[in-house]
């Protein structure tokens, strides 16, 4: 008999599922079902065959492998899940449906789901459903031969898989429908491989702790080795969830999120978005939707209220391949931190966030590769490295992006404490390449390469709004972004074989310390007022009582081209505060013959 009952109670879900009582909530707790520890006589381990599509537990004894099938000969997932439940030792369900009953879509067989989700609670379970095409032929060529369809109603907040044991595996599902999440992780050491997920969820996969419950950790969603990674619509780790990883996957449209809510006691901590290698690399795109009266949001990676997050030499906002903008795009940011602790934003590929505003929005442009705020907590320590911006995997080519990197919290109630921005290639962007809002202080600025933008490479906004070059003022008394530091003034510029000679002044701060950078450009600015494309070298100056330091510096000229241009900023060491890049010079040929005394000595 098939089991269409309509009761929406997880209780009964879970009950079924491992046909076992249970005394607590089975979402808020979800205690583990009967396993070889606690229910001694249990038969071997081995492998269970899914052959039918239809959500069916008509199988009698403990539920375990050994009793299937029941009286209709036929093994559902509901009854292979209950007896891996109930069975000694570690379990792989394969499948094996006749084509001849796929019943909605006609190359895949859509499992039906009508009894409440499915609950994995053993331990060192695989589920396969890639074994489909093994034993029935390969009859979806475009991907996965099994996927899920809920058909009970009010599961569209809710997971069809909830993986509450250690150490399984979810291997080759595809399309899923009518449910939150395709597949939950709550336990430890749980991986989800092969997949291709498509369908209308929440999130394709999540990692998230039932609240209350032990933290999920050492989760992977993709791999590094042939065949491991997924193709999903989204990701979502959620709090409590720590040291979980996500790499090699493809996500495309809806946007990977980590979240947690310490205040709550629910932590999200260290769990990382990519990696080092090529092969940890996901690529994530086509997240973002138009929000009220047309203005576009969202973004491909979401860090919000979490502590050491990693997001890591991921391609972000472009094609698999990393030499176009992905289509369509609505998000209007690569990477957006916000409220969280200890982000690393490493390595990364980010360009091609750029959308126009509709509705009340009409023509009007967003987009920021990496945009660091703070709305409801402080964001602190946020370190954003080595990553390039506005350019194509080939290091060349630029890709359409409205704006670089902007740190600017929502009020000035709530701060970017002690972000450092630091050895990244910013190129092509439309706007501005740095972007420091009014209310921020502290945002160091250090050794990055940033060239051809539309506004200025570093630009730190006024209070009253003025963005563009911020002239310097006697004794930097006044305030705004990075307190609108003062940048040096270069006086003369000449290259002498593989050193160049620099000469100029700094009028800032009385008694501090400033930390100088010096770059080339193959040209100057529009605006009189940087770049900054090769970083040459730095040094430190110390001013006097009235505020004042001279400098003569002699520093590597390496990445210096006939015709170059240097430009230079200054970052006060004590508050980290860096200002806009200075005004351009032109470095002459021959230093010895234009200088007239000797600029081996750094740091007058």
Not at 74 to 99: C, D, H, K, W
Not at 537 to 555: K, N, Q, W, Y
Not at 560 to 578: F, I, P, Q
Request: aromatic letters at 6%; charged letters at 15%; glycine letters at 14%.
């Amino acid at each position: 008999m098939k089991l269409r009952s309509l009761v929406p109670a997880l209780w009964l879900a879970i009950t079924i599922s491992t046909g076992c009582s249970q005394n607590s909530d089975p979402i808020l707790n979800a205690p583990a079902s009967p396993t070889a520890s606690t229910a001694p006589g249990n038969t071997a381990a081995g492998v269970i065959t899914v052959n039918t599509l239809d959500d069916v537990s008509d199988f009698s004894g403990v539920n375990r492998v050994g009793d299937l099938p029941g009286p209709d000969g036929l093994v559902s997932f509901r009854e292979a899940v209950a007896a891996a439940n109930n069975t000694t030792g570690p379990q792989t369900i394969t499948f094996a449906i006749p084509p001849a009953s796929f019943w909605l879509i006609p190359d895949v067989g859509m499992l039906q789901l009508e009894q409440g989700a499915f609950f994995l609670n053993d331990s060192g379970t695989t589920v396969d459903f890639s074994t489909q095409t093994t034993n029935k032929g390969d009859t979806n060529p475009s991907g996965p031969e099994i996927g899920i369809y809920g058909l009970e109603p009010g599961g569209q907040g809710i997971a069809a898989i909830y993986v509450n044991g250690d150490n399984c595996v979810i291997k080759g599902l595809g399309y899923v429908s009518q449910r939150g999440y395709a597949v939950r992780l709550v336990g430890n050491q749980n991986r989800v491989i092969g997949c291709q997920v498509t369908g209308t969820l929440l999130a394709s996969v999540s990692i998230e702790g039932y609240m209350g419950g032990p933290t999920p950790t050492g989760n992977i969603i993709g791999g590094t080795s042939a065949g491991e990674g997924n193709s999903l619509s989204s990701i979502r780790i959620a709090g409590p969830a720590e040291n979980n990883v996500v790499v090699g996957n493809t996500v495309l449209g809806g946007g990977v999120v980590v979240q947690g809510a310490p205040q709550y006691g629910v932590v999200a901590r260290n769990n990382r978005i990519g990696g080092p290698s090529i092969a940890e690399r996901n690529v994530i795109s086509g997240a973002g939707a138009y929000g009220e009266e047309g203005y576009p949001v969202g973004a491909q990676v979401k860090v919000v209220d979490a502590d050491g997050t990693i997001v890591e030499g991921n391609y972000i906002g472009t094609t698999v391949d990393g030499m176009h903008a992905y289509s369509p795009q609505i998000g209007q940011y690569g990477v957006e931190v916000r409220d969280a602790r200890s982000t690393t934003i490493r390595g990364n590929l980010i360009a091609g966030e750029r959308v126009v505003g509709t509705n009340h929005y009409m023509g009007q442009i967003f987009g920021e590769a990496i945009h660091v705020d703070a709305v409801n907590f402080d964001s602190q320590a946020t370190l954003i490295q080595g990553n390039w911006i506005g350019l194509a995997a080939d290091r060349v080519t630029g890709i359409v992006t409205r704006a670089g990197i902007v740190v600017s919290p929502l009020s000035s109630i709530h701060h970017a404490f002690n972000t450092l921005i630091d050895s990244n290639h910013i190129a092509r962007v439309e706007r501005a390449g740095v972007l420091v809002a009014a209310q921020e202080n502290g945002i160091t600025i250090t050794r990055n390469s940033i060239h051809d933008c539309g506004a200025l490479g570093i630009d730190l906004i006024t209070t009253a709004g003025g963005s563009g070059v911020t002239p310097n003022d006697p004794g930097d008394a006044d305030i705004g972004a990075n307190g609108l530091q003062n940048f040096p003034v270069l006086q003369f510029a000449a290259r002498d074989g593989s050193t160049v000679a620099v000469r100029g002044t700094l009028n800032s701060t009385p008694f501090a310390q400033f930390t100088l950078e010096f770059f080339a450009s193959p040209s100057c600015d529009p605006s009189g007022f940087g770049e900054g494309a090769v970083f040459i070298g730095s040094a430190v100056v110390t001013t006097d009582g009235a505020g004042r330091s001279s400098f003569a510096l002699s520093l590597p000229a390496a990445g210096m081209v006939a015709g170059s241009t240097m430009t230079a900023t200054a970052t006060r060491v004590s508050t980290g505060d860096t200002s806009e890049f200075s005004a351009c010079i032109a470095a002459v040929g021959n230093a010895r013959r234009h200088s007239g005394r000797d600029f081996a000595t750094a740091g007058q």
